[in-house]
């Protein structure tokens, strides 16, 4: 019986808590990348980098707070900032969308001349990130580390594995609940909400009830901002940040949306946790788990790990490629808000 | 300047340019200059391909360009027989197992009934296979990865002259863009530009850590060249007397002999690629792109076959990119996998295009040689930059101190401002493409 415990409380230490919280950093990711697709119509290759501008707004506020001497005890004082560099992040976006991409959409430019404008602006936010903060890697994590540690577990419990909480995951976890929730009940229950799924659902009939695109356009990159910044943060703070690493979250980021289906945020949620799921229980060294459960005669020799770390992002592309090949339109399948 | 005037002036100002090189800074340096950007122009009418032909945005240049580079280095390195005899067999064994484990997927998927039982046989098959593989496959590497891991730790190549991969650099990048292609044209427009995200930074990661294929990031190094070495040029008799009588010391005559032969090598693939593409484009096959390109609907309504025709071409652009990218790999004598980088080998070639002009040959390359010239000489002139601003301030000013430091993202920022001025401003580039309706 204690093996078993032991067993399953292995799996949640190092693989469904993990797990859980960087598949809500995904999922707010590929929300983001969803309500754009859903109002504007492309594929958003600056929203990886839009994570890495508001995660780097976020740093620079956080250092201000904590020069000042402000903390929020327990908590990073990060969660203090993050409103400011909401903020920061939207106007920013607001202004690329004013320079760049409105011309376009005056045009009525094809979506393939919006995704070539999108990667344009993904590097010269790129550029302005190591320009500012630097290459370097940051941890602006402070507060308290853990909720409870492994140590903690084993007094309490009595087993030999320890399970861990950091207070990073926590936050993460209860943070994309509170987020999640809030645009759900913004998306179906305000009227701006509601115009814009009307907006996304079909653009000429939105346009004849007197829905005004320019705000529907507007909302839709402020939310954008705001949950890639959520996401960006969380991320950093669960992690640590580095400029360079969010044009490899990209990838997993869009595989999450198009396996929930583009265009749909219950999918973009799912999508986020399958891909996270995926990854980490496919890069998990199953050896210890499985010298719990069965007998000593049995257990392997080598780690038992599917796929090495390295190839992390093979995970969401051989996810990405089934999803193509078997569902184009993703479980959700869904253009609309 | 009229319509035909134009190209022939612009290429004109870019050969002044070159010339301008060779008598202010030195004929070795814009050899090299030159060398660079001919291979840039062939990888830029290889994304023209893709992109002008036929409006397929591939953000994985990167990607089959480094796949050419590997190419070069599995034909030409001698091949590691200790190696061979340490792991070689693990590896073709389980190479031989992972072709039969797709076939065996393939025949499930095909052969079963669809439903639940079937999804749970692929997996099954798949993760059996997955052990199976791996039982014969991690012994092998790491006995080879133990043969001089110093010096080698590798199965080294076929031993060949290192032109033959040239081809076979495009073949394989064709083999990788089939698959892409197959799985993702005729999807969503964007789906490509995120499967071929997806597959070059695969392609990188696995460069990166299979080191029994190529050292990982121990890099391979010297490679064979097909030009002569420079220390063998100094002590022939013949090529002593032609430096002598030139006037030239025989030591840089040397290093000048060999990028001129390079240039040479690489001149004659680009005119044969420019022809071919020239020679395309004005065919009946190119009249038909440019169709589907420009109206995907009537043209299927007329009975072509937008996927197949998009797959083709984006194959045929994908080779190019990986002949390129074999060259590239010769001319550096080494295959390093950490200096693939997006920036430079992706986007760089996107905005070589765009100013060129999509859709035309002649922009692509003028595109190749003009953005390839200034992205050679933007690192020198930036540090330059950042030193005239901030010469007024203090040596130890903390801000000084970060913009020189920084001079070298300053690239990232500028390709992104050339791309969407570009885009915008002057979408067609400097050598429009020709409609009939021009002339």
Known sequence: MDNLLNAVVLLLNFLVVPALA?????????????????????????????????????ILFTWLLQSWGVTLGPLPTALLALPFAIIATALFVLATDWLVYDYYRVKKASSLIFLIASVGVMFIMNGLVRFIIGPEDRNFADGARFVFTARDFKEWSGLAEGLALRSTQLITIVTAIVIVAALFWFLNRTRTGKSMRAYSDNEDLALLSGIDPGHVVRIAWILAAALATI?????????????FTFLQLLLPIFAAAIVGGVGSPVGAIAGGFVVAFSEIGLTFAYKKFLAYLLPAALVPDGLVQLLSTEYKFAVSFVILVVVLLIKPTGLFSGKTL | MTETNRPVLLFAAMALLFVATAAIIGLNSALFALNFCLISAIMALGVNIQWGYAGLFNVGVMGFAATGGLTAVLVS???????????????LISGLLTLVTIAACILAYRRMPRGLVRNWALAAIILVGLFVIRYFYDPAVEAIEAVNPATSGFLGGLGMPILFSWALGGVVAAGIAWVIGKISLGLRSDYLAIATLGISEIIIAMLKNEDWLNRGVKNVIGLPRPVPYEIDLQQTEWFINLANSLGINPVDFSSIYVKLCYALLFAAVLLIVLYLSEKAIHSPWGRMMRAIRDNEVSANAMGKDVTRRHLQVFVLGSAVIGIAGAMLTTLDGQFTPTAYQPLRYTFLIWVMVIVGGSGNNWGSVLGGFLVGFFWLQAEPLGIWLMQVITAGMAPDNPLRVHLIDSGAH??????????????????RGLIPERTSRAH
């Open chain 1, 22 to 58: 960087y598949g809500s950093q995904l999922a707010l990711g590929a929300l983001g990348v969803t309500l754009i697709y859903g109002v504007l119509r492309f594929s958003n290759f600056a929203h990886g980098e839009t994570m890495s501008f508001g995660a780097m707004f976020c």
């Open chain 1, 231 to 243: 996401a960006g943060v969380l991320y950093g703070l669960d992690k640590s940040y580095k400029p």
């Open chain 2, 77 to 91: 390195y001698p091949p590691v027989a200790e190696a061979w005899a340490a792991g070689g067999g693990g590896i």
């Open chain 2, 410 to 427: 300053m690239r990232l920022i500028v390709m992104g401002l050339i791309l969407l001025l570009v885009l915008r401003f002057s979408p």
